[in-house]
Structures are given as structure tokens and as C-alpha cells.
């Protein structure tokens, strides 16, 4: 009954034949899917607040910083995924190397990742909506009672997502094709408006943070050391990395989707990478065309691609980038809708969650009680509770699975040496280690009221595992009754 009990790789590999789910992706869809997620608030919104509150135009390298931890996470990510194609991902890679705690703890944290990420993503939607509309502002965006709007997104994505994985991608390479499309050009119309000295200092030097910036606001590294809290130079620019990290996260909704992909050791690493080396591109460009026409001090928080062009005297640039905003969040919440499902699938057909949640659709092949009752919770946490103070729990979550996965391929390899690997993370164990410190190091670099939270969830996730999922297990209960 140990909680470090391991899954079987064998037993990993022959049950996605025989899981009801249907392969109907192929690399280019997965394409789609990873570029449909992973590009979303970051580009319009995050790149503009932390450049005026942290790091100035070195929001750059933030971004760079952020896209090279992301990309040695998704390395990690592509061996897993290539000899391991499953529907839990992370979760399954845990299972399968580091133990059955960890296996759940990575789950939990997961369900944290992209349910409260779609929540927050359906709240900006409702308000891009309302602003894009002129809808009533008592139903749609931040100020509503209750955010209609924000629900009734959620609600009709759901019902696509149940209907089927391949409907789910229709739609979601349509967004993406507009919204890559508004990308460019705010790239290529910024360009006009490109002025160099909005440039320098490019790292803008150190200074206090507000005195009225709360203590727990202060990033862990630094009360951790003892260090006076500040704003902009190097640490600025590192605590804008963290928290943009939140633009990079969802590429790992892919590794849920092994179970769909019609040739998965080929696909998920051509998915992984190429989606996350489109996304990097087009984030660093973009941050660079906003930071070079606007003063970084006088960037609007609220839309500041938006204002940007508005300020520059091109209004109909502005529209198309509220445009594109609707597309690109609406498409991060089509993704993060079927991977919630996916990974609600894997645990429930574990034991770890209640069995009925694992039950496949007879028609539509798709995880649709999971997938429902994933939608249901984020509907209420976007309906009624303003949360986009916790976006950086997205980034948490996310930045804590990619420690787990990065140690899961050293370990892995050890224990199942012969195990075919059709994509290999180079220099390993050396670069599996650099990618979980480099993601702690991130970690360490959001604020304490994040941590404080984090680790509220983590508290609640493991006495349902020590109440429910322990002695529920598959592996505890390995009877077919069971």
C-alpha cells in the first residue's frame, strides 16, 4: 500500500489501445491545438503589464528567459510523450517513474493549471466581448454580479468538446489562423511606429517597489534573503520571466492527446516543439514592436497593444487586435476544456477519481462526464469570483509539473533502458536537471501569497488522495471489479 507504488509502462502502453478514445489528430493538428492554447492573455495583455511594473523594454528577455525554460521543459515533454503516448500526460509520467504521491500531486496540480486558467481566460473574453459589443457592462466583464458572459463561452465550448475531438480542432485552427494573423500585423504595423529610444535604458535600472505594495506581493526569493523589495533591474526582469510564464503554459496539453494521435511517437514531438517555437517568435516580436511605441511608463495595463495604436492614430489596428484577442482566448479555452477532460480521464481510470468520470462517450468517443464536470466548476469560478489576482497559480501549477516531468526521463530511462524512444532529450541527465532547476528557480520568483495558496491547494488535493484515491487505486484494487 506504499503511496510510491509505480504504474507499469507496460501496462501504460497497452491500455491506450483499448481506451475508447478515437485517433483522429495528426502533427499538424496538434500544431493547432498547441499554438491555440499557448497564445492567448500573455501576447495581449501580460506583455504590457509587466514591462511597466517590473521590467521595463527587458520584458524582452523575459520572455526569452520564459520561452528557453518552456522549451527545455517540452524536450523533456517530447521523450515522454514519444514513448509514452497517453491521455494523463504528466500525471502518467509521474505514475509511471517517481511513485503514485507524485503521480497525484502533478495531477492535482494540472486540474489547478488549466481549470483556473480557462476561468480567468472566459472573464477576459466576457470583457473583450463587452468592449468589442458595447454589451451591458452588469453581465459582461470584471464590474458583473454575475459574469454571464464568461458562462455561456464556457458552456458553449463545452458542448464542442464533447462532440468530438476532431470538432475541437476544426474550431481551433480556425481561431488560430486569426489570431496569428492579427500577430503579424501588429508586428508589421508596428514597425512603423518603431522608436528606438523607447528602448533605452533597455533594463531599466533598480528601484523600490510602492510603499504600498503589500509584503506577501513580494517574490519568495526575495523575503526569502532578506532583500528590500524592488522593481525593474536584473530581479525585475526575472520576476516578469515567472509571471510570463503564464504565456508559455498549455503546450503541455498536447502529451494529453497520445490516446487521439493517429501516428503519436511522430506527432507529439513535432507538435511540442513546433507550436512553442511559433508561439516564442511571435511573443519576442510583438513585445518589442509595444515596448519600441510606448514609453514603457505610460504603457495602458488594461489593453495595451490596443492603446498602443490607438496612440499612434490608428484606431482600425486597435479593432482588429480586440478582434484577435476574442479568437485567441476563445481558442485557449477550447484547449484547456479537452485537456481537463483528459487528464480527469487518466486519474478516474486509475482509481484515483471516482470510475464513472473515465466512462467514454459510445458515439462521440470523448471523456464527456469529466469533461462536463470540469466545466460546471470553472463556470461557477468565472461566473461569480473576480480571480484574476491568481493567475499566477497558472503558472505554478504548470512550472510544477515541469519538474516532475523533467526528472521523469532520467529516472525512466534507468528503469526501462530498452524502452523504444522514437525522440530522445539530448544530454541527459545534465539537461533533465537544468530544466528543473530552471523552473524552481522561476518558482521561487512569483510572490508569497501565490505559494501561500499554492500550497493551500495542495493541502486539500492530498487528503482526497489519502481519504479517497489511495485505497481506490487501480493498483492498490487490481481486480477488474475494482
Known amino acids: 500500500m506504499s503511496v510510491f507504488r509505480t504504474m507499469p509502462v507496460e501496462d501504460v502502453l497497452t491500455r491506450g489501445e483499448r481506451s475508447g478514445l478515437i485517433r483522429r489528430l495528426t502533427g499538424r493538428d496538434l500544431v493547432g491545438f498547441g499554438i491555440g492554447i499557448i497564445i492567448g492573455t500573455g501576447v495581449f495583455t501580460l506583455a504590457g503589464i509587466e514591462a511597466k511594473e517590473h521590467a521595463g523594454p527587458s520584458v524582452v528577455l523575459s520572455f526569452v528567459v520564459g520561452g528557453v525554460v518552456a522549451a527545455l521543459a517540452a524536450l523533456a515533454y517530447a521523450e515522454l510523450a514519444s514513448a509514452v503516448p497517453t491521455a494523463g500526460s504528466a500525471y502518467t509520467y509521474g505514475y509511471a517513474t517517481l511513485g503514485e504521491l507524485f503521480a497525484w500531486i502533478i495531477g492535482w496540480d494540472l486540474l489547478l493549471e488549466f481549470a483556473l486558467g480557462a476561468a480567468v481566460v472566459s472573464r477576459s473574453w466576457s470583457g473583450y466581448v463587452a468592449n468589442l459589443l458595447g454589451l451591458p457592462p452588469q453581465w459582461f466583464g470584471e464590474d458583473a454580479t454575475i459574469n454571464v458572459g464568461a458562462i455561456l463561452i464556457i458552456a458553449i465550448l463545452t458542448v464542442i468538446a464533447v462532440v468530438g475531438i476532431r470538432e475541437s480542432s476544426w474550431v481551433t485552427n480556425a481561431l488560430v489562423v486569426v489570431k496569428v494573423a492579427v500577430c503579424v500585423l501588429v508586428i508589421v504595423a508596428g514597425l512603423f511606429f518603431f522608436n528606438g529610444a523607447n528602448l533605452t535604458p533597455f533594463i531599466p535600472p533598480a528601484q523600490p517597489a510602492p510603499e504600498t505594495a503589500s509584503g506577501l506581493e513580494q517574490p519568495l526569493l526575495q523575503a526569502a534573503l532578506g532583500m528590500e523589495q524592488s522593481m525593474y533591474g536584473i530581479g525585475g526582469m526575472f520576476t516578469a520571466a515567472a509571471i510570463v510564464f503564464f504565456a508559455y503554459t498549455g503546450f503541455e496539453a498536447l502529451a494529453n492527446l497520445g490516446e487521439e494521435t493517429k501516428r503519436p511517437k511522430r506527432d507529439l514531438p513535432v507538435g511540442l ?181 499554492f500550497g493551500a491547494w495542495l493541502v486539500l488535493g492530498l487528503a482526497i488522495y489519502f481519504l479517497y484515491g489511495h485505497r481506490h487505486a487501480r493498483l492498490a484494487n487490481p481486480s477488474p471489479s475494482k
Not at 421 to 441: D, G, H
Request: glycine letters at 8%.
Open 273 to 453: 516543439l513546433g507550436s512553442l517555437i511559433v508561439c516564442t517568435v511571435l511573443y519576442v516580436a510583438v513585445a518589442i514592436v509595444l515596448t519600441a511605441m510606448v514609453d514603457y511608463r505610460q504603457i495602458d495595463e488594461a489593453a495595451p497593444l490596443a492603446a498602443a495604436f490607438q496612440s499612434v492614430g490608428q484606431p482600425w489596428v486597435a479593432a482588429l487586435i480586440a478582434l484577435g484577442a476574442v479568437t485567441g482566448l476563445t481558442s485557449v479555452m477550447m484547449v484547456e476544456l479537452v485537456t481537463i477532460g483528459r487528464i480527469g480521464f487518466a486519474m478516474s481510470r486509475d482509481g484515483l477519481l471516482p470510475p464513472k468520470l473515465s466512462q467514454v462517450h459510445p458515439k462521440w468517443g470523448t471523456p464527456h462526464r469529466m469533461t462536463i464536470g470540469g466545466a460546471v466548476v470553472i463556470m461557477l469560478l468565472a461566473g461569480f469570483i473576480p480571480i484574476s489576482e491568481l493567475a499566477d497559480m497558472v503558472s505554478i501549477g504548470a512550472l510544477s509539473g515541469f519538474v516532475i516531468v523533467s526528472i521523469a526521463v532520467p529516472v525512466l530511462r534507468s528503469r526501462k533502458p530498452d524502452l523504444h524512444r522514437p525522440f530522445k532529450m539530448p544530454l541527459s541527465p545534465v539537461l533533465p536537471i537544468i530544466s528543473a532547476l530552471a523552473c524552481l528557480y522561476l518558482m521561487s520568483n512569483l510572490d508569497v501569497i501565490t505559494w501561500i495558496r
